[in-house]
């Protein structure tokens, strides 16, 4: 089984930036036995229905993750820092674009 | 622009990120679908000085080397070697599908008849098909598959490039849409080629064996478009990065475009056209 799974080609994250995005955004995973390989399935697997216009991709194995076990220290620290906002000053009625 | 509320938000670029499209609709979608007509906008009168008999008659020869090739990338669902080759290959299908179902159409437009899509696809025997015999020899193995898509798509490229300056503008257009998808089946087809041929001895052997069975058929394709020049470069490029043999090839015997086929034609229409014969009257 071991030797099996050693045989199977990488797993890679798609990233597709669609017409009107300014980002990529993951829409999937795909196997695939190189970078150019991976560029051609995810064009084949994720932007058959004319989604879009550049594909990123990565081995999952290079992306380094948060864990679950960290959640509350990552991430409930920003909860309550509500002056992070900037919402604590008037607006000038005359001023644009904020 | 006048600082009012519409023009603040249309020039806050960070907005897109979370738009969807103009239309509602697609809100559903992630990116939307957006989808053009090729023949938006183009003319379908045949233009004067056009052998309309001469379209048809290449749009029918098209069209059924489209459908024919089609059918046998379609029966790789299922069968192909990981999950994401056989969308690969079903959506080249699915590409010369749709080129086909173009030409049809435009077919019956010039031809008088008002024949329908369906009539040219369902209901012809494989005496009637113009395709070449390459395109209706069985799947093979994947190598084999491959190599096939290599030649054919390199020598419809070639000639649906020359077709896109065609006098009839439907013709043309259909040929300009064309040249993009077949520039990707001919840089799938050639990615593999090399892969294949460049890979383990076991995928070098079977790449070696897909060339002799191919071969004998691509003097073929050569007596009907003289795109000989650009196939051969082709060929020799991939078969040169991948360690390959560039094949010898022989002098054309046969023709499927004057409906001489191999036996393996009749089968594969009539699995295609079962169940539009079983129901002739159908509507789907």
Not at chain 2, 12 to 21: F, M
């Amino acid at each position: 089984m071991s030797n099996e799974m050693s045989n199977e080609w990488p797993l890679y994250e798609v990233f597709v930036r669609g017409k009107r995005g300014l980002n990529h955004v993951h829409v999937g995973s795909l196997h695939a036995a190189d970078d150019r390989m991976a560029l051609t399935h995810a064009r084949d697997l994720y932007t058959r229905r004319n989604e879009g216009v550049s594909i990123w991709v990565v081995r999952s194995e290079h992306i380094a993750a948060s864990s679950r076990d960290e959640k509350d220290p990552f991430f409930a620290p920003s909860a309550d820092k509500v002056y992070r906002h900037p919402t604590f000053y008037d607006i000038p009625d005359d001023v644009p674009h904020i | 622009m006048s600082g009012s509320d519409t023009a603040h938000d249309d020039d806050h670029v960070y907005l897109s990120l979370a738009e969807g499209h103009d239309d509602g609709s697609d809100a559903r979608w992630a990116f939307g679908t957006g989808f053009e007509d090729p023949l938006y906008g183009v003319d379908t009168t045949v233009p004067e000085g056009v052998d309309a008999g001469e379209v048809a008659a290449t749009c029918v020869e098209l069209a059924d080397d489209a459908l024919v090739s089609a059918q046998r990338l379609a029966q790789w669902c299922t069968r192909a070697p990981e999950l994401e080759e056989e969308v690969a290959l079903a959506n080249i299908g699915l590409d010369l599908l749709g080129q086909a179902r173009l030409l049809y159409a435009r077919a019956g437009q010039v031809d008088g008849t008002g024949r329908d899509e369906d009539a040219y696809a369902y209901f012809r025997d494989a005496g009637d098909f113009r395709n070449v015999r390459l395109a209706e020899l069985p799947i093979g193995d994947f190598a084999f598959s491959i190599v096939r898509l290599l030649v054919l798509s390199s020598w419809r490229l070639a000639h649906f490039e020359r077709l896109a300056a065609h006098h009839d503008p439907v013709l043309a257009a259909i040929a300009a849409k064309g040249v993009k998808e077949l520039t990707y089946h001919r840089q799938y087809a050639a990615e593999w080629a090399v892969r294949l041929g460049d890979g383990t001895d076991e995928s070098h052997r079977r790449m070696r064996s897909a060339l002799d069975q191919v071969t004998p058929y691509i003097g073929e394709l050569f007596t009907v478009y003289d795109v000989e020049g650009d196939v051969v470069e082709v060929l020799r490029q991939v078969t040169e990065a991948a360690g390959l043999p560039m094949p010898q090839i022989p002098a054309a015997h046969g023709a499927g475009r004057d409906g001489q086929h191999t036996e393996h034609l009749a089968p594969l229409l009539a699995e295609l056209q079962s169940v539009a014969r079983a129901h002739p009257e159908a509507t789907w």
